[in-house]
């Protein structure tokens, strides 16, 4: 299953066109359905809004305005506590922790629901000067959010676990399968297949400064969207994160449709300031070779937004 979308092998060739417009139509009509499963248990209380307005990556960047981080699922490492040493030996400032895998159970395999697992967690963090950018509910890459039954339950674990482990952000993937949250001093961050105007459009009819976008340059690229105008229609108040990414292929440093010195120029003229989380972006020759692939990537978008 391809992570941008899932092709209907049924429809006739003479239906494509219609098929795909119906599937659009579909994907939105599911992102607005997702939206409303969240915020119908959104707290409301200005206390809160207030406390989600903190944005930790504006509040966490230290000596560098850009920070670099790695997926612990994309390591292989997910939800391990080897993860850290990993990242640490791949050249990261910090790892983006997945919430656990999903299938069928009624919320995330969470392992970090267990305090003695999040102390082990974060000290190892300490230990090796890493910080955790983010918690992840990557399950959703081949779910349908707005279709699942207990979502609610799902996303609260998600916001206790950020809570517990004083973290800011939660990444939300909706565009897959379903194309939101003010909880105190917390943002959820969702990546959507949409344009930048249609998710625009989306989180201001959500109306909630806890709800932004993680944007992930990889969709962008695939749809032949403008990189730098889906970023500035997004604009810094809107985007909390950022994959730093493509689809599998070549390393960043020979990919040739991804500029990310030009990206950098298009982020600092924003103004914005914040995590680049590299989830692919692996040669394909040799895809299972974490610190080679991931190592590269980090050192490459280090080169880039580290320096200078």
Same mark, same amino acid.
């Given at each position: 299953?391809?992570?941008?979308? @899932?092709?209907?092998?049924? /429809? =006739?060739? *003479?239906?494509?066109?219609?098929?795909?417009?119906?599937?659009? $139509?579909?994907?939105?009509?599911?992102?607005?359905?997702?939206?409303?499963? @969240?915020?119908?248990?959104? /707290? =409301?209380? *200005?206390?809160?809004?207030?406390?989600?307005?903190?944005?930790? $990556?504006?509040?966490?960047?230290?000596?560098?305005?850009?920070?670099?981080? @790695?997926?612990?699922?994309?390591?292989?490492?997910?939800?391990?506590?080897g993860a850290y040493q990993l990242a640490r030996d791949i050249g990261a400032d910090g790892v983006e922790v997945d919430m656990g895998s999903l299938g069928e159970r009624e919320t995330f395999d969470n392992q970090l629901a267990r305090p003695e697992v999040r102390r082990q967690f974060l000290d190892k963090a300490r230990e090796l000067n890493l910080e955790i950018c983010s918690l992840a509910m990557s399950g959703f890459y081949a779910q349908s959010f707005a279709?699942?039954?207990t979502v609610q339950r799902m996303v609260k674990d998600c916001i206790d676990t950020l809570k517990a482990m004083n973290l800011k952000v939660a990444f939300l993937p909706l565009g897959v399968r379903g194309?939101?949250?003010?909880?105190?001093?917390?943002?959820?961050?969702?990546?959507?297949?949409?344009?930048?105007?249609?998710?625009?459009?989306?989180?201001?009819?959500?109306?909630s400064p806890a709800v932004r976008s993680y944007f992930n340059f990889a969709n962008a690229l695939k749809a032949g969207r403008?990189?730098?105008?889906?970023?500035?229609?997004?604009?810094?108040?809107?985007?909390?994160?950022?994959?730093?990414?493509?689809?599998?292929?070549?390393?960043?440093?020979?990919?040739?449709?991804?500029?990310?010195?030009?990206?950098?120029?298009?982020?600092?003229?924003?103004?914005?300031?914040?995590?680049?989380?590299?989830?692919?972006?692996?040669?394909?020759?040799?895809?299972?070779?974490?610190?080679?692939?991931?190592g590269a990537n980090a050192a490459y978008v280090k080169s880039v937004f580290q320096t200078g």
């Open positions: 299953m391809d992570r941008q979308g @899932v092709k209907n092998e049924f /429809l =006739p060739r *003479s239906d494509e066109g219609e098929g795909r417009a119906h599937q659009h $139509s579909r994907r939105r009509f599911l992102t607005r359905s997702a939206a409303a499963a @969240v915020t119908s248990f959104v /707290l =409301p209380g *200005s206390y809160l809004l207030r406390a989600a307005e903190k944005d930790s $990556s504006k509040a966490s960047t230290g000596s560098h305005r850009y920070k670099v981080a @790695v997926c612990d699922w994309m390591i292989l490492k997910r939800q391990k506590l279709e699942r039954r194309d939101l949250v003010k909880q105190a001093g917390v943002i959820i961050g969702l990546e959507t297949a949409l344009s930048a105007a249609e998710e625009v459009k989306l989180l201001e009819d959500v109306g403008d990189l730098h105008a889906e970023l500035r229609a997004r604009g810094k108040d809107y985007l909390c994160q950022i994959h730093c990414t493509d689809e599998d292929g070549v390393l960043l440093q020979d990919n040739q449709r991804l500029d990310l010195r030009a990206v950098k120029g298009t982020l600092d003229e924003m103004g914005w300031s914040g995590w680049l989380v590299i989830e692919r972006s692996r040669d394909v020759k040799d895809a299972r070779n974490v610190k080679r692939n991931f």
